[in-house]
């Protein structure tokens, strides 16, 4: 696995245990292409940057699993597991986000990754997943 930058993605695990990922557009669109590239080891470009309440979460570890898609925290790492199928299937579900920016001029609204009995797409033990949109990261 190789330790690749995504650029213009931030990510942290919130004070009430989600997790919140904020990114630009491009950050969006490039977080998606990580995701649909299966497993792989990615560095979150603008985790140093982070000044919220949270943990910064530093690495995007995208690992082989079922076909459910699980969020978890380890330690400064996101991990995120899936067959290839669910893991194409996220991508596909946040690629169209990277739009919402633009089309706002501002913070966009946000999208929730969070399961529900009968979900088709998360595992019931996935923690909860907050992405923004935005046309700049704080502290940029």
Known sequence: MTDTA???????????GDIEIVATG???????DAIATGPS????????GYSGDGTPLVLL??????????????????MLTGDST??????????????????TG???PHMHLEYFPDHPLLAADSIPVVLTAT???PND
């Not at 491009?26 to 998606?32: K, Q």
């Not at 570890?61 to 996101?78: H, N, P, Y």
């Not at 893991?87 to 089309?103: F, H, M, Y």
């Open 6 to 16: 995504i650029t213009g993605v931030s990510a942290h695990l919130a004070a009430d």
């Open 26 to 32: 491009h950050g969006v669109s490039l977080l998606a």
């Open 41 to 48: 080891l990615w560095r979150f470009d603008e985790a140093s």
């Open 61 to 78: 570890d995208i690992a082989e699993g079922t076909d459910r898609i699980k969020f978890a925290v380890d330690g400064g790492s996101l």
């Open 86 to 103: 669910a893991l194409d299937n996220l991508a596909r579900s946040i690629r169209p986000k990277s739009e919402w920016a633009k089309q």
């Open 106 to 108: 501002g913070v966009a």
């Open 135 to 137: 046309t700049a990261l």
